[in-house]
């Protein structure tokens, strides 16, 4: 489609990087299972590995991946896009390029766990140093920057806190310090939210949630703002291997095309819901970005086209009374992972933040009373009359 980067954002969904295809008419983008690619003759082959575009082999670049590369980064506003075998290969892809021997990133304490584990477990191996900070206050970013700083990375809303860190502010601190900001947009999904829009470099999602939606599929994607940003990740992502396979590109291409109606419908819930819980007796509190109790409302107003679908809650009793209800409730499946169509309901400080040490995990305002809801696109009365039944049990 001509000037897709003029058209609406359901417009790009559905359109942005699909092409009929010329031999077939196919309008729905081929899977291109294959691993290599015929080279017309040997002067042929040589031009494409000397950098004349063509097909090569499928870790170096497959058109179905292109298809789905082409599309996020149109949603996103980036200049193009990197397809990862998982949401924690794209992380890697980014800390690889940019941190090294002597090197220093800035981070959102409240990251999911193990996107923050790994710099504290595994890259002190190769020099690097990591300081996490509440990055819903801008001042405790700049306040950590240093000399070797060359990465800011934020999560915002953040895994599982919903804390929210403000872009701009945190642009150019990074831009003033020599540093790249990262997001990860992964709770916001391109469809609330464009950090490259608002002075982020790189943009990386977990497409596992709320971008592919049907829990079927594990992946990820970077997207750079900048060609020759783009170009240093995608030599170190080419040879480490973390690329995508043509399938999941293809399975995620089929689960993108519904992301607004998917977006409207499950955020729509999790609104109804929140108001329900907030109302409700037996809730201690609850944090999600489209309640006025938000501490960072304002902010998600203003950054945000929109709340998303996932929120945490603590219920009176604490521990033991959060455990009943996951136990019981029978529409959200207890399960890690958010952004399906259907919704899941987990315990973070047993579950997906577990490798966190316990106190860390309680500065980052994970405690063990969290509940975290992704909500889904079922019909909405089947959602609150399960919860309100469950809580009776508490
Ligand atoms: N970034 C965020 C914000 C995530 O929530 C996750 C996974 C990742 C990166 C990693 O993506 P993956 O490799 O799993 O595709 N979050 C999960 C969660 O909250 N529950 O299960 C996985």
Redesign the pocket.
């Known amino acids: 489609m001509k000037d897709i980067n003029k058209r609406g954002m359901d417009t790009k969904i559905i359109h942005a990087g699909q092409h009929i295809d010329p031999t077939t008419g196919a309008v729905a983008t081929p899977i291109y299972q294959t691993s290599t690619f015929a080279f017309r003759d040997a002067d042929h082959g040589a031009a494409c590995f000397g950098g004349e575009p063509g097909y090569k082999y499928t870790r170096l670049g497959n058109p179905t991946t292109e298809a789905l590369e082409d599309n996020i980064a149109a949603l996103e506003g980036g200049c193009g896009g990197l397809g990862a075998?998982?949401?924690?290969?794209?992380?890697n892809m980014v800390y690889l390029t940019y941190l090294g021997m002597g090197t220093h990133i800035v981070a959102t304490e409240s990251?999911?766990?193990?996107?923050r584990m790994i710099l504290e477990n595994e890259y002190p191996r190769f020099g690097v140093e990591s300081s996490f900070v509440d990055s819903t206050n801008p001042e405790n970013v700049a306040a950590a920057m240093k000399e070797n700083t060359k990465l800011v990375y934020i999560?915002t809303p953040?895994?599982?806190t919903l804390s929210m860190t403000d872009v701009e502010a945190c642009a150019k601190i990074a831009h003033d310090g020599g540093a790249l900001l990262v997001v990860?947009n992964?709770?916001a999904s391109p469809y609330l939210q464009n950090p490259l829009l608002q002075g982020a470099d790189i943009v990386?999602?977990?497409?596992?949630?709320f971008i592919n939606g049907h829990t079927d599929v594990?992946?990820?994607m970077v997207v750079a703002k900048d060609p020759d940003v783009l170009a240093r990740l995608r030599t170190v992502h080419y040879n480490i291997g973390g690329t995508m396979d043509p399938h999941q590109a293809w399975l995620v291409l089929r689960g993108v095309k519904s992301l607004g109606l998917r977006m409207d419908r499950a955020q729509e819930n999790a609104m109804k819901l929140a108001t329900f819980l907030e109302n409700h007796e037996k809730i201690e509190w609850i944090r999600y970005p489209g309640l006025e109790s938000h501490p960072q409302y304002e902010l998600g107003k203003r950054q945000m086209r929109g709340p998303g679908a996932v929120f945490s809650f603590g219920v009176k009793g604490g521990l033991e009374a959060g455990k009943t209800l996951i136990n019981n409730v029978e529409v959200p499946a207890l399960?890690?992972?958010?952004g399906g169509i259907e919704s899941?309901i987990?315990h973070?400080a047993s579950?997906?933040?577990a490798s966190i040490p316990l106190e860390e995990r309680l500065k980052a305002e994970i405690t063990d009373d969290l509940v975290?809801i992704?909500v889904g696109c079922e019909t909405y009365e089947d959602i609150e009359k399960d919860m309100a039944r469950v809580l009776e049990m508490i």
């Open positions: 075998a998982s949401g924690m290969a794209a992380v990251l999911y766990g193990p996107s999560e953040a895994n599982p990860d992964t709770f990386l999602h977990s497409m596992t949630k594990v992946a990820g399960a890690v992972s958010l899941l987990e973070p579950m997906t933040h975290r992704a």
